[in-house]
Every structure is written in C-alpha cells, then in structure tokens.
C-alpha cells in the first residue's frame, strides 16, 4: 500500500476531525464531529499541537497528535504522543509504525529528548506496540489526575 505522512494544517481540518472523532468514539465517548472539530480548529489556530495525516489515494487513514512539554530532569522539551488512530479499514497494514516514526522523526527535527504516552491498560494493541516501536514501560510513576467541574 502506498501513503504518505503529512504535517496537518488548518486546511485538512474537516479529514483531521473525522478521524478526531472515531478515535473519541473508540475511547467510549459520543460521537460529535462538530465539538471535536472546533476542539482541533483551537490547537491549530493556537499553535498547541501539531498533527501528522496519513494519506493513500486521496484519504486521510490516520493520524498522530503531539503536545509540547518540557522534561525536569533531563531540562529539555519533549512530546506527548497524546493521540494516534488509524481507520479500522487500514490497520494492520504498518501505519502506526509509521506515525511513531515520524513522531521520532519530529522530535529530532525540534530538539526534544524524546516521546511520552500513556494508554489505557486493556488497550492490547497499543500496548503490544508501543514496546514493540522502543517504547518503555514506566512502572515507578503514578499519574493522578484532578478533573474540574467547569
């Protein structure tokens, strides 16, 4: 299968969210193309994420999106692979290999130290493929999170 990866801009941002919103809906929430739209429209316009798209004959199958952070101990940026989703249709096919890779590939292109991410414990696939792309686990941290009632 032939694709490519592409850095994302506002202009794909209608194919951006379709696949935005699989991926919540993949994650147990409801589906709203809209809300996740304007959510993507935000980081875009804000310049707070940056997104890779992949592309095979003319269709955006997945995508990758990466938040800036900074590293205490080692006193560099780094970046949050927060989310990744290929299309159902196009799994299995080395796409998310891919996007990994070029994550990689960015964190080289901006200086960072490296990729953080975390995923639910019976995601099988993702925890199957991250190790398996040079991820390690870390198993000394607890993440605790505090959610507002905004």
Sequence with gaps: MNYSI???SLEDLDEAAELFNLYRVF?????????????LKERFLNSESDIFLVVTDDKV?????????????????????????????????GISVALIDRSKQWCEETGACGLMLETEKTND???????????????LHNYYYWWSQI
């Design 6 to 8: 592409k850095k994302a």
């Design 27 to 39: 994650y147990r929430q409801e589906s709203d193309v809209e809300k996740g739209k304007a959510f």
């Design 61 to 93: 199958v997945g995508f990758v999106q990466l938040y800036k952070l900074f590293h205490y101990t080692k006193l560099q940026k780094q970046w949050l692979l927060s989310d990744l989703f290929v299309h159902p249709g196009y799994r299995g096919k």
């Design 125 to 139: 696939i993702g925890n199957t493929l991250y190790p398996r792309c040079g991820f390690e686990y870390d198993g």
